[in-house]
């Protein structure tokens, strides 16, 4: 992990790693109960959803470790700071699903709603798994330094403004790398898109790995149950 190179990372559809959460899907789609709970036909789309798409995204993140004063907007969140605290270095990234998805949920919007919904709570989980794949990765190559990581904070998370994310696309170069935009209202294109900073150390203490924890918004009703 070299210091201010911006690096490339891939995934296959079937990398086993990329393991399916249904429990996540249903609670990104707005249902909170178990999922041996959700009605059948529900679960008939659901699977419908997955064999349709699998093997259709694209896993893609860009990254680069610097050291954490040359973090531009540490200052700018108490929350960051907390986060953060003990961490020599970070890693910033940007991690995508691609194109596809975006382009199937817009033909599903007008004529299956149901299945829209369905595809967007789908890729929210699906790009999330791929953030934790690539934490774990860094993780275990950290290891090996004798360092640490910290928990994922993101661009909007507690009190880090989203207009941190003209930085995080500066540094990463985010298009060029792996094809994300950003629009003038701060949205990434593909929309299944996340940008994060975690940090290495050697002396953290304890560590929490929900980034729902870092973010401390305890009244989002995204927020991961534990």
């Not at 086993?16 to 429990?23: A, H, I, K, M, S």
């Not at 959700?38 to 680069?64: G, I, N, P, W």
């Not at 531009?72 to 890693?91: A, D, R």
Request: a negative charge; glycine letters at 6%.
């Amino acid at each position: 992990m070299g210091e201010n190179t911006i690096f490339v990372r891939k995934y296959e559809p079937d990398d086993e790693r990329l393991v399916v959460n249904e429990r996540e899907i249903w609670r990104y789609s707005g249902y909170f109960g178990m999922t041996d709970e959700v009605d059948e036909e529900l679960q008939r789309l659901l699977m419908q959803v997955r064999r349709q798409l699998s093997k259709e995204l694209s896993y893609k993140v860009c990254y680069r470790r610097m050291p954490i004063e040359q973090l531009p907007f540490l200052e700018h969140s108490e929350n960051l700071q907390k986060c953060l605290k003990g961490s020599t270095e970070v890693i910033l990234f940007a991690a995508t699903i691609g194109m596809e998805l975006d382009r199937h949920i817009l033909r599903a919007q007008r004529l299956a709603p149901t299945q829209a919904l369905l595809m967007q709570a789908y890729g929210a989980e699906r790009v999330e798994c791929l953030c934790d794949v690539f934490c774990r990765e860094i993780s275990e190559l950290a290891t090996k330094e004798g360092l640490s990581c910290t928990a994922r904070f993101s661009p909007g998370y507690g009190d880090l403004s989203l207009e941190t994310q003209k930085e995080v696309f500066a540094l990463l170069d985010c298009n060029r790398q792996i094809g994300i935009s950003l629009n003038e209202s701060l949205l990434m294109t593909p929309s299944k898109s996340v940008t994060a900073v975690f940090g290495l150390g050697a002396c953290l203490g304890e560590k929490s790995d929900s980034k729902c924890i870092a973010c401390g918004k305890d009244n989002c009703e995204y927020r991961r149950q534990s």
